[in-house]
T-cell receptor
Framework: SQTIHQWPATLVQPVGSPLSLECTVE??????LYWYRQAAGRGLQLLFY??????ISSEVPQNLSASRPQDRQFILSSKKLLLSDSGFYLC?????????????FGEGSWLTVV | GNSVTQMEGPVTLSEEAFLTINCTYT??????LFWYVQYPGEGLQLLLK?????DKGSNKGFEATYRKETTSFHLEKGSVQVSDSAVYFC??????????????FGQGTILTVHP
């Protein structure tokens, strides 16, 4: 069966520090991969998605970047964090093609920028 | 562009009460519709989905029917339990093109069920 893991689960970072959140998917090949953010008191917003290695699409302009160095690895990064980057970050995957396919989410990572 | 609007919460019910959480959407073409649930401190889990008009998704006593004529996907449960306390998100995914699989979420509805 397929599983998705992301880490770290919780982190507190000072303003201006770098960020790296990692996500891996097991049990499937060539998945679509996604990073979502859930800001406090707000809904989920799609940040990035990827349909293949090295292929990244950004949905909103921001202080963050994403990379996909391997088929089942998706990394969310920042060179210098802002206070507004605080939130709950969720990695997700889905099978390629067909919009009716379910998107499966990881456990999430709580980021607090202080 | 796509958008999803959910009824504002929080919703507070007594155990065994009837639940409705309204969801309406705006999208081009024929989107797929989803309900996700987020229990306290956890990530999102798929609750149910419907991929075409008049489909009914159901799971764990929850139901939602894809109504194209009213662009709605309201979530219902006949008798809620304390364990149903969570945040519920309505979402849609567009069909085709570069929008494959990407979800547009509503703002979420907090449900609290008291014994």
């Amino acid at each position: 069966s397929q599983t998705i893991h992301q880490w770290p689960a919780t982190l507190v970072q000072p303003v201006g520090s770098p960020l790296s959140l990692e996500c891996t998917v097991e049990g499937t090949s060539n998945p679509n991969l996604y990073w979502y953010r859930q800001a406090a008191g707000r809904g989920l917003q799609l940040l990035f998605y990827s349909v293949g290695i090295g292929q990244i699409s950004s949905e909103v302009p921001q202080n963050l970047s994403a990379s996909r160095p391997q088929d089942r690895q998706f990394i969310l990064s920042s060179k210098k964090l802002l206070l507004s980057d605080s939130g709950f970050y969720l990695c997700a995957w889905s099978v390629q093609c067909f919009s009716g396919n379910t998107i499966y989410f990881g456990e999430g990572s709580w980021l607090t920028v202080v | 562009g796509n958008s999803v609007t959910q009824m504002e919460g929080p919703v507070t019910l007594s155990e065994e009460a009837f639940l409705t959480i309204n969801c309406t959407y705006t999208a081009t073409g024929y989107p797929s519709l989803f309900w996700y649930v987020q229990y306290p401190g956890e990530g999102l889990q798929l609750l149910l989905k419907a991929t075409k008009a008049d489909d009914k998704g159901s799971n764990k006593g929850f139901e939602a029917t894809y109504r194209k004529e009213t662009t709605s996907f309201h979530l219902e449960k006949g008798s809620v339990q304390v364990s149903d306390s969570a945040v519920y998100f309505c979402a849609l995914a567009n069909a085709g093109g570069t929008s494959y699989g990407k979800l547009t979420f509503g703002q979420g509805t907090i449900l609290t069920v008291h014994p």
